[in-house]
């Protein structure tokens, strides 16, 4: 395997000749449900760089959404990944049992907050492991109520459905969705009617009324939250909010559940988000950046909690893959020598001086209305000049705008007007600095 030459390398348009007929018989044959940000297919890549078909390298500032922390081709990711599947690709956990999967457990109970006795189960994916966070929650309380927030997005399968907020595309004609599901308001600082000094003791207040009244604490299993909410915008709740809220599940019995499945693993400068705020769920969901790129989610939490569940209740077939759990041990040993938390903290600094240099200095900088996140996990949230509105023609144009000059970015947001910004941790300060360059100029041309 040969590196990536780490620099931006534009050669044709962007989808160049070779996407384009590839993007053809992709139309004709993948269901149109199955969208992609970028239609330009991949090649190979690493560290920043995402090399396409037709020979150009993208920046990427996307990690394929908060994934590849450690780089989409990490040396000890392939090297553990590739031993593991010399030797056996699957056994099915619940058939016979091996070691990988003990390990990663062993390490999300090292690594996650606090220092009780801790448990963990393996599955696939982001929404299987809210989803057995929830039946774990359920069990071990007897209650049935679910209590997400307003902007929140927990995945896509019909439970997770009705744990997230927003309708499109997530849920429009999907219903009808698992009951016993109740939203109340987050604390959005940005937008938060009487300013976001107030957002955090207000919205806590509001939501804690809202599950007093509506459904009654003594219902509710689990309270679930994004320490620092993804999809909805890299909305941090304003402080105070959430321990607010960690408090009230502790007087009430309801298990806290911290979906750390976005925020996760070094990407905010810390191993876990809810960290910042010396919060200790019960409950918290891993996945996207816990194993280099390869499909692996975890539920892990208090041991007395984890261990309600009768035997055979949790699993299945492919939870805990062997390769998978072998990619998650090179993915935390690269995360540990190469002090990606460090990393991250340090792209925070370069991406808010340079994003908060655009936002004062340019013609245009006064629809960049908010500049927000943390570590690597950052993002602008664009408005109508001179007002709140938001601003999503302006996000549209501006990914489009540097996804033609080589830099992959992304959109989210409720409203569709918020442009983040994930890179891969281990992304070099001079690619990081490219990219911009690249954004600073995609606002001249919107
Ligand atoms: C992506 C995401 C999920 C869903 O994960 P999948 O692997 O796509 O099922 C759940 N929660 C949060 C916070 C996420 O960002």
Same mark, same amino acid.
């Given at each position: 395997?040969?590196?990536?030459?780490?620099?931006?390398?534009?050669?044709?348009?962007?989808?160049?000749?070779?996407?384009?007929?590839?993007?053809?018989? +992709?139309?004709?044959?993948?269901?149109?449900?199955?969208?992609?940000?970028?239609?330009?297919?991949? #090649?190979?890549?690493?560290?920043?760089?995402?090399?396409?078909?037709?020979?150009?390298?993208?920046?990427?500032?996307?990690? =394929?959404?908060?994934?590849?922390?450690?780089?989409?081709?990490?040396?000890?990711?392939?090297?553990?990944?590739?031993?593991?599947?010399?030797?056996?690709?699957?056994?099915?956990?619940?058939? &016979?049992?091996?070691?990988?999967?003990?390990?990663?457990?062993?390490?999300?109970?090292?690594?996650?907050?606090?220092?009780?006795?801790?448990?963990?189960?393996?599955?696939?994916?982001?929404?299987?492991?809210?989803?057995? @966070?929830?039946?774990?929650?359920?069990?071990?309380?007897?209650?049935?109520?679910?209590?997400?927030?307003?902007?929140?997005?927990?995945?896509?399968?019909?439970?997770?459905?009705?744990?997230?907020?927003?309708?499109?595309?997530?849920?429009?004609? *999907?219903?009808?969705?698992?009951?016993?599901?109740?939203?109340?308001?987050? @604390?959005? !600082?940005?937008?938060?009617?009487?300013?976001?000094?107030?957002?955090?003791?207000? @919205?806590?207040?509001?939501?804690?009324?809202? /599950?007093?009244?509506?459904?009654?604490?003594?219902?509710?299993?689990?309270?679930?939250?994004?320490?620092?909410?993804?999809?909805?915008?890299?909305?941090?709740?304003?402080?105070?909010?959430?321990? @607010?809220?960690?408090? *009230?599940?502790?007087?009430?019995?309801?298990?806290?559940?911290?979906?750390?499945?976005?925020?996760?693993?070094?990407?905010?400068?810390?191993? *876990?988000?809810?960290?910042?705020?010396?919060?200790?769920?019960?409950? /918290? &969901?891993?996945?996207?950046?816990?194993? =280099?790129?390869?499909?692996?989610?975890?539920?892990? !939490? +208090?041991?007395?909690?984890?261990?309600?569940?009768?035997?055979?209740?949790?699993?299945?077939?492919?939870?805990?893959?062997?390769?998978?759990?072998?990619? #998650?041990? !090179?993915?935390?040993?690269?995360?540990?020598?190469?002090?990606?938390?460090?990393?991250?903290? +340090?792209?925070?600094?370069?991406?808010?001086?340079?994003?908060?240099?655009?936002?004062?200095?340019?013609?245009?900088?006064?629809?960049?209305?908010? /500049?927000? !996140?943390?570590?690597?996990?950052?993002?602008?949230?664009?408005?109508?000049?001179?007002?709140?509105?938001?601003?999503?023609?302006?996000?549209?144009?501006?990914?489009?705008?540097?996804?033609?000059?080589?830099?992959?970015?992304? &959109?989210?947001?409720?409203?569709?007007?918020?442009?983040?910004?994930?890179?891969?941790?281990?992304?070099?300060?001079?690619?990081?600095?490219?990219?911009?360059?690249?954004?600073?100029?995609?606002?001249?041309?919107?």
């Amino acid at each position: 395997m040969t590196a990536i030459p780490q620099e931006r390398r534009v050669v044709t348009a962007i989808p160049g000749p070779k996407s384009v007929e590839l993007q053809a018989r +992709r139309l004709e044959t993948v269901a149109a449900g199955v969208g992609s940000t970028l239609p330009v297919f991949t #090649a190979r890549a690493g560290g920043g760089i995402i090399e396409d078909v037709d020979g150009n390298r993208l920046i990427d500032l996307g990690s =394929g959404i908060a994934v590849t922390s450690v780089g989409a081709s990490a040396e000890a990711v392939v090297r553990r990944a590739s031993a593991q599947l010399a030797d056996f690709t699957h056994t099915c956990f619940m058939v &016979t049992p091996y070691e990988g999967y003990v390990e990663v457990c062993e390490q999300l109970a090292e690594l996650t907050p606090g220092d009780h006795p801790k448990k963990s189960a393996l599955f696939n994916s982001g929404a299987e492991a809210v989803e057995n @966070a929830v039946k774990i929650a359920r069990i071990h309380t007897k209650r049935t109520a679910v209590v997400v927030f307003d902007h929140g997005y927990h995945g896509r399968t019909n439970l997770t459905m009705a744990l997230t907020a927003k309708n499109m595309p997530y849920k429009q004609g *999907f219903g009808p969705f698992a009951p016993e599901v109740y939203r109340v308001p987050v @604390a959005y !600082g940005y937008r938060w009617p009487t300013g976001a000094e107030n957002a955090g003791a207000e @919205a806590s207040a509001q939501a804690i009324d809202q /599950i007093n009244k509506q459904i009654g604490a003594e219902n509710v299993a689990a309270i679930i939250i994004e320490p620092v909410l993804g999809e909805g915008g890299f909305i941090e709740p304003a402080k105070g909010f959430l321990p @607010a809220i960690a408090q *009230f599940a502790k007087d009430n019995g309801i298990v806290f559940v911290a979906d750390e499945i976005q925020s996760g693993f070094c990407r905010t400068g810390q191993w *876990f988000a809810c960290e910042d705020e010396g919060i200790v769920p019960d409950l /918290i &969901t891993t996945a996207k950046g816990i194993a =280099g790129g390869l499909p692996l989610s975890a539920v892990t !939490g +208090r041991a007395e909690i984890m261990d309600s569940a009768h035997s055979g209740g949790l699993g299945g077939t492919y939870g805990g893959n062997p390769v998978a759990c072998a990619g #998650a041990l !090179g993915a935390i040993e690269t995360m540990r020598e190469l002090d990606l938390n460090g990393k991250a903290k +340090r792209i925070e600094e370069v991406m808010k001086g340079r994003l908060g240099e655009m936002q004062s200095k340019l013609d245009n900088g006064d629809i960049i209305g908010d /500049i927000r !996140g943390r570590g690597a996990m950052i993002a602008i949230e664009l408005v109508k000049s001179g007002t709140k509105d938001p601003n999503p023609e302006a996000a549209a144009k501006l990914a489009k705008a540097c996804h033609a000059e080589g830099v992959l970015v992304l &959109t989210c947001g409720t409203y569709g007007n918020v442009l983040r910004f994930l890179p891969p941790l281990v992304i070099g300060e001079d690619l990081l600095n490219e990219a911009l360059d690249v954004i600073e100029q995609a606002f001249g041309r919107i």
